[in-house]
């Protein structure tokens, strides 16, 4: 059973990155699916959630910026992230709702 995340990487302010997190082992259709990230000195906080029946809720640091998504034929949770910020620099981790947590991966923003 494993969440692996993907897709993260450094950026300009003002890019789009697009991260990925391929669930194996689980029924992933039927689990709710959350993003979360943790900046450097900082506590990980939710970033996105999107339930089984694919509805979304979000941050407000990130409302309209960001798009959780899910293919549950893929078995895989996306994140869409536009106009990125320097303050969005965070490793980025998926979580599924019974609380296993992925490895993280890195995205830098930069000024």
């Known amino acids: 059973v494993q969440l692996v995340e993907s897709g993260g990487g450094l950026v300009q302010a003002g890019g ?5 997190c391929v669930a194996s082992g689980m ?3 039927i689990e709710d699916m959350h993003w979360y990230r ?12 999107i339930t ?7 941050s407000d640091s ?3 910026r960001f798009t959780i998504s899910r293919d549950n034929a893929k ?3 996306y994140l869409q992230m536009n ?4 303050e969005d620099t965070a ?3 998926c979580r599924a709702g019974f609380g296993l947590w992925g490895q993280g991966t890195r995205v830098t923003v930069s000024s």
Do not use: C, H, W
């Not at 089984?52 to 979000?58: A, E, I, L, R, V």
């Not at 106009?83 to 320097?86: A, G, I, R, V």
């Open 83 to 86: 106009s990125l910020k320097p």
């Open 62 to 64: 990130v409302k309209g």
């Open 27 to 29: 029924v992933f259709r």
């Open 16 to 20: 789009s990155l697009r991260l990925s």
């Open 38 to 49: 943790q900046a450097p000195g900082k506590q990980r906080e939710l970033v996105a959630i």
């Open 52 to 58: 089984s029946s694919s509805n979304t809720d979000y």
């Open 91 to 93: 490793v980025y981790y």
């Open 75 to 77: 078995n895989t949770l």
